[in-house]
């Protein structure tokens, strides 16, 4: 019955800021903005078709009592190629790994401290073969 991840939502302390980091520095297209009392609130940016990340004013976060999201992962193609850009934009990345699961990986964290993963999948990745792992961590 699910068919995709619609949209994960975090929120930021400056929204410009998490704009820049988001369009600027990842590459990801603006679809929409949320608006309040006549100034941004929010906005919808897409990572693929049909996929979005949510981004809000920390306003919203006292509406769900602050509740934030632990991390979430975007596919990538070229892993070493978006590192070099996130390091030109002074963003602190994790050293690339060969996760249990098969996958390469590497972490960075948006400028509201959202913990980001990039994962690039190989032929042996568990999300690609179906294959069990026993998680190293």
Not at 23 to 37: A, N, R, W, Y
Request: glycine letters at 6%; proline letters at 2%.
């Amino acid at each position: 019955m699910i068919k995709s991840l619609a949209h994960l939502c975090v929120f930021a302390w400056n929204l410009e800021r998490s704009r820049a980091f988001y369009c600027d520095v990842l590459g990801l297209k603006q679809h929409f903005d949320f608006h309040k009392d006549g100034r941004l609130f929010g906005f919808y940016l897409q990572v693929a078709p049909g996929q979005f990340i949510e981004n809000f004013s920390t306003e919203a976060a006292a509406e769900t009592g602050r509740q934030r999201i632990h991390h979430f992962c975007l596919e990538v193609t070229d892993m070493d190629a978006l590192c070099g850009q996130l390091v030109k934009h002074g963003v602190a990345v994790t050293p690339k790994r060969l996760g249990c699961d098969q996958t390469w990986q590497y972490w960075c964290k948006d400028l509201d401290g959202t913990e980001v993963e990039f994962q690039q999948y190989t032929p042996q990745s568990s999300q690609l073969t179906k294959t069990d792992c026993a998680v190293n961590w």
